[in-house]
């Protein structure tokens, strides 16, 4: 028997390419599109990286553990799960099922009930807030791996000109003819630490003082940051080069940004509870206080932590979904999407607790004096732990890249939910054969619009923008889009809906939780927003009044979409009284429903994905 040599080369370039191109696997025809117009995602795995890229962002590792040791610890867990259960998987479903459905973004799908079209409007005025500030922070995070490569971290000791005579850091000073400070500095700068009744570290001085150079008000401005700014405009470039042919190249993108992140984790974990005192960071972090179960703010704090890191109303998962092929089964990718996405937040409470655990024992100090939540744990407490770990530049490189690639996967599909807005909105074959243009045009724009966020007084605006820009306002639009599938559109018909889709009806629990449960949810975390309202504040500056304002405004600017364009709508609806203009202007467009010609003329309206071999699409959206 001959045998042919074959080189290896040419034999891993066709496998790669057989598997990555549109899905194939070699053997199989090169699958094409369904959607010949909007495209889909190359196969499943694609979409369901993205989605976790989505959902698994900067709150996993900074808010959640915060959250928890500050709620009872291990108690926390409970509600967590309780309202991730009845709240957060099925409202993840909800998004999923509805964009996957007519396979349009936050815009298009409002075609079930013409005059809630302002609930997408809200989503993409959230969007564009979340997207402006977010790339910010990893613009930050892009500096301080910049500032990771070198042998020396620069926040290590006070012996620069930022410092002030406060800042107390536990290496004590540099030695000049060693690596590291030696004992007797160590054990000084630790009495040090005692004998002060205010101390402020290295970390925190270069954070405040040379990275930020914080003014003394959100009204100063100052200067721009230039090595800020030029950081933002890096991962501007990062998100539009990934996007620049939208899911076909963020679909091979997210193989890397959607799983390294844990690999670093799990590096992170590995390094950590090998270091003294992470047990007891460990316990700090998972320590049961029954008592808190009763309190209503853990079972606040629970709901919006679920509800805020899964995305809900952001418009992403309605956009990420509308790329799928009509038959995928959108119902078992909510269940893995989820399970993932809060399963990483716990995990990553172990890498956070089991770093601050060593940090609070080699400074002799409890585990709740060196927590903290938001950028002062990414860019305060946990880059002063990297400093009193051996190759400590190296840790905060891994450190530093995590952050941004969990940062990078929101963005992506922050920026494309805008994009896929506006193109669907047009809709015309020009803006859909160019949209790289839109995608350029929308870079270019939160580009510009983050600059003021790279000022002294930018951390100011972050926190402000991160406070209310996204706050109650996603609580809002959330419930309004329960109350118009449900009983504007008619949960009867949603329901055979989503059986046309996937082959099967809703399970009953989803059915309950999308009509009672979920919805009285979402009213509990609105009224009990309001409830607890406290003003925002930043270590000790307080906001002024006028900046508060701004706050709300933002806040309310994305839920007053809802009624001004139901206004709209019903005043340009037809008839001749006001209820006929209020009937016709909740009525599905005509073209409202799947983009498939089959599934519109109902040919397999109780078909499974089995049943169905080609289902080609139609090229005018305007068949009735």
């Not at 053997?27 to 094409?32: N, R, T, Y």
């Not at 055979?496 to 919805?519: A, H, N, Q, T």
């Not at 409830?531 to 270590?539: A, G, L, M, V």
């Amino acid at each position: 028997m001959r045998v042919i040599p074959v080189n290896i080369n040419i034999f891993i370039s066709f496998v790669c390419v057989s598997v990555f191109q549109n899905g194939a696997v070699p053997g199989e025809p090169v699958k094409k599109d369904e959607n010949s117009r909007r495209g889909n995602w190359g196969n499943q795995i694609e979409f369901v990286l993205t989605s976790v890229g989505y959902a698994v962002g900067l709150g996993n590792v900074w808010r959640f553990p915060y959250l928890c040791y500050r709620n009872g610890g291990g108690a926390f867990m409970f509600p967590y799960f309780i309202m991730l259960v009845f709240c957060g998987i099925p409202l993840f479903f909800l998004e999923l099922s509805f964009g996957q459905f007519t396979s349009l973004g936050c815009l298009g799908v409002w075609k079930v009930s013409p005059m809630f079209k302002g609930v997408g409007y809200g989503m993409m005025v959230v969007s564009t807030y979340i997207g402006i500030y977010y790339n910010v922070v990893i613009c930050i995070a892009f500096y301080y791996f910049f500032m990771s490569m070198t042998n020396l971290l620069p926040w290590t000791y006070c012996n620069n000109p930022w410092n002030t005579p406060d800042c107390t850091g536990v290496m004590g000073t540099p030695r000049t003819n060693a690596t590291f400070a030696n004992v007797s500095a160590v054990v000084s700068g630790l009495t040090e630490i005692v004998n002060r009744t205010k101390r402020t570290s290295p970390s925190e001085e270069y954070w405040r003082n040379y990275v930020l150079n914080v003014s003394d008000g959100i009204g100063n401005f100052g200067e721009v940051r230039l090595p800020i700014l030029g950081c933002l405009a890096v991962s501007w470039v990062v998100v539009f080069l990934c996007l620049i042919r939208g899911v076909k190249s963020s679909g091979k993108v997210v193989y890397f940004t959607a799983t390294f992140p844990y690999v670093v984790l799990t590096i992170l974990f590995i390094r950590g509870i090998t270091l003294e005192g992470a047990i007891s960071g460990i316990k700090y972090y998972l320590t049961p206080q029954w008592e808190k179960i009763l309190d209503a703010k853990v079972w606040g704090d629970a709901a919006s932590q679920i509800f805020y890191s899964l995305g809900c109303a952001w418009g992403g998962l309605i956009t990420m979904a509308s790329y799928n092929k009509f038959h995928n089964n959108c119902f078992r990718d909510s269940i893995i999407i989820s399970v993932t996405n809060c399963g990483t937040s716990v995990y990553a409470g172990f890498v956070i607790f089991s770093i601050l655990g060593f940090m609070a024992n080699h400074l002799g100090v409890d585990v709740s004096e060196v927590a903290d939540h938001g950028p002062g744990l990414a860019f305060v407490a946990y880059p002063e732990a990297l400093t009193l770990l051996p190759i400590s530049p190296l840790w905060s490189l891994l450190f530093f890249f995590m952050l941004i690639l969990l940062g990078l996967g929101t963005q992506f599909c922050l920026l494309e939910t805008l994009v896929t807005a506006v193109v669907d909105e047009i809709g015309t074959d020009w803006i859909i054969k160019n949209k790289t243009y839109v995608t350029l045009g929308v870079a270019i724009v939160g580009f510009l619009l983050g600059v003021p966020l790279t000022t002294q007084a930018g951390i100011y605006w972050l926190l402000l923008m991160d406070n209310y820009a996204a706050s109650f306002s996603l609580v809002v639009i959330s419930c309004i889009m329960c109350i118009c599938i449900m009983y504007v559109y008619g949960h009867k018909n949603y329901f055979k809906d989503v059986e046309m889709m996937l082959g099967f009806p809703p399970p009953l629990f989803f059915r309950i939780c999308w009509r009672y449960v979920s919805p009285f949810i979402i009213t509990f975390i609105l009224i009990f927003t309001v409830i607890q309202y406290k003003p925002i504040t930043y270590n000790d500056y307080v906001y002024p009044r006028w900046s508060l304002v701004i706050g709300f405004a933002m806040a309310l600017s994305s839920v007053i979409c809802i009624p001004i364009y139901a206004l709209f709508k019903i005043a340009v609806s037809e008839g001749s009284t006001f209820l006929e203009r209020l009937k016709n202007s909740v009525k599905p467009d005509p073209d409202w429903g799947p983009a498939l010609q089959e599934h519109r003329k109902g040919r397999y309206a109780t078909a499974g994905p089995e049943s169905v071999e080609v289902c080609p699409l139609k090229e005018d959206r305007g068949i009735s």
